[in-house]
Nanobody, 116 residues
Framework: QVQLVESGGGLVQPGGSLRLSCVAS????????MRWYRQAPGKERDMVAT????????NYADSVKGRFTISRDNSKNTVYLQMNSLKPEDTAVYYC?????????WGQGNQVTVSS
């Protein structure tokens, strides 16, 4: 079965950096577009970044452009989100997601808190 396991969140000061990882199993990882989402308290879950199967094409939400970088290593079945210049408004639970045969599969979520 499809599994997405995230790691790398935590507490960081404004201006700091974190890298999230999402290890996938149960499907042919290299054949699927991968996405990162986030959900802040009391808000909807929003798309943060998208990466194509080969990693050549990437897309970002305007709020994170120039600060976040999505990447993938198909040999490790892993997608990453490098987050730099973090702001308090980046505080949220972050999720990786894959859409497969019209079904959405989500990771368990990883808390990122940006606070001094």
């Amino acid at each position: 079965q499809v599994q997405l396991v995230e790691s790398g969140g935590g507490l960081v000061q404004p201006g700091g950096s974190l890298r999230l990882s999402c290890v996938a199993s149960g499907f042919t990882f290299s054949s699927y577009v991968m996405r990162w989402y986030r959900q802040a308290p009391g808000k909807e879950r929003d798309m943060v970044a998208t990466i194509s199967t080969t990693g050549v094409w990437k897309n970002y939400a305007d709020s994170v452009k120039g600060r976040f970088t999505i990447s993938r290593d198909n040999s490790k079945n892993t997608v990453y989100l490098q987050m730099n210049s973090l702001k308090p408004e980046d505080t949220a639970v972050y999720y990786c997601k894959v859409q497969r045969f019209s079904n959405d599969y989500w990771g368990q979520g990883n808390q990122v808190t940006v606070s001094s």
